[in-house]
């Protein structure tokens, strides 16, 4: 079983290996990993960098592992995690939806079958928002367990000083309280996490470090 306690790094070369092991070794399927870690890589990401990536992975492969038995394809699971952010802008919902349209335009060069391709890009649309995950749907549980697995490791502070840096150019007030809704509408749900394993693993130190975070939002800096 994977050691998930830390965020792994995001080694381009493992990656680039792992990438081979999943998608094949033909020059297309090499070509399209070699893009995927380049995007990446982008200078403008600080928080949606291949160190995500190999989280999301990681994360992934210890929800499945043997004797889980949560995942219904997995490499279908595995191929949304790498494309789930491979276009990111910082726009919600059209970044998910452009980063779909990428998987559905460079899987079939592969040689990934059609359905797997309609499958995963139905994945990567899940994680703009996670809300819309229907009872059942295994895969999706798994993926956006993965992809906020984050909220309940260990490093929680730099994951959210990260997050502000993507948002840089949106003034602190704006981002106080935009961010501040988002927290307040994870902590709202029941169940952050969608598959009992995550739940075991993340669920209450997840809250633990929204409610910090939040109050650290909401707190009036002025009060003497």
Same mark, same amino acid.
């Given at each position: 079983?994977?050691?998930?306690?830390?965020?792994?790094? $995001?080694?381009p070369?493992?990656?680039?290996?792992?990438?081979?092991v999943?998608?094949?070794? @033909?020059?297309?399927?090499?070509?399209?990993?070699a893009?995927?870690?380049?995007?990446?890589?982008?200078?403008?990401?600080?928080?949606?960098?291949?160190?995500?990536?190999?989280?999301?992975?990681?994360?992934?492969?210890?929800?499945?592992?043997?004797?889980?038995?949560? +995942?219904?394809?997995?490499?279908? +699971? &595995?191929?949304?995690?790498?494309?789930?952010?491979? +276009?990111?802008?910082? !726009?919600?919902?059209?970044?998910?939806?452009?980063?779909?349209?990428?998987?559905?335009?460079?899987?079939?060069?592969? $040689?990934?079958?059609?359905a !797997? +391709?309609?499958?995963?890009?139905?994945?990567?649309?899940?994680?703009?928002?996670?809300?819309?995950?229907?009872a059942?749907?295994?895969?999706?549980?798994?993926?956006?367990?993965?992809? &906020?697995?984050?909220? $309940?490791?260990?490093g929680?502070?730099?994951?959210?000083?990260?997050?502000?840096?993507?948002?840089?150019?949106?003034?602190?007030?704006?981002?106080?309280?935009?961010?501040?809704e988002? &927290?307040?509408?994870?902590?709202?749900?029941?169940?952050?996490? !969608?598959?009992?394993?995550?739940?075991e693993?993340?669920?209450? !130190?997840?809250?633990?470090?929204?409610?910090?975070?939040?109050? @650290? &939002?909401?707190?009036?800096?002025?009060?003497?």
């Open positions: 079983m994977i050691d998930n306690s830390t965020a792994p790094a $995001g080694d070369a493992v990656l680039g290996r792992d990438w081979a999943l998608a094949g070794d @033909s020059p297309a399927s090499l070509a399209t990993g893009e995927l870690i380049a995007r990446w890589s982008e200078p403008h990401r600080r928080y949606h960098t291949l160190d995500h990536l190999a989280a999301v992975l990681a994360g992934i492969a210890q929800l499945a592992a043997p004797g889980n038995d949560l +995942v219904d394809d997995l490499p279908a +699971v &595995l191929l949304a995690a790498w494309f789930h952010d491979a +276009v990111y802008d910082g !726009r919600p919902g059209l970044d998910e939806e452009r980063s779909a349209q990428l998987a559905q335009s460079r899987l079939p060069r592969c $040689g990934v079958p059609a !797997r +391709v309609a499958e995963v890009a139905r994945l990567v649309r899940l994680t703009a928002a996670h809300d819309t995950l229907a059942g749907d295994r895969d999706g549980a798994v993926l956006c367990d993965a992809d &906020l697995a984050v909220l $309940g490791l260990p929680y502070d730099d994951y959210a000083g990260r997050i502000r840096e993507e948002y840089a150019h949106v003034p602190d007030e704006l981002f106080r309280a935009g961010r501040a988002v &927290l307040r509408r994870l902590l709202a749900v029941p169940r952050l996490y !969608r598959t009992g394993r995550a739940r693993l993340w669920e209450e !130190r997840a809250r633990s470090n929204m409610t910090r975070e939040l109050a @650290s &939002l909401t707190s009036d800096r002025d009060t003497p």
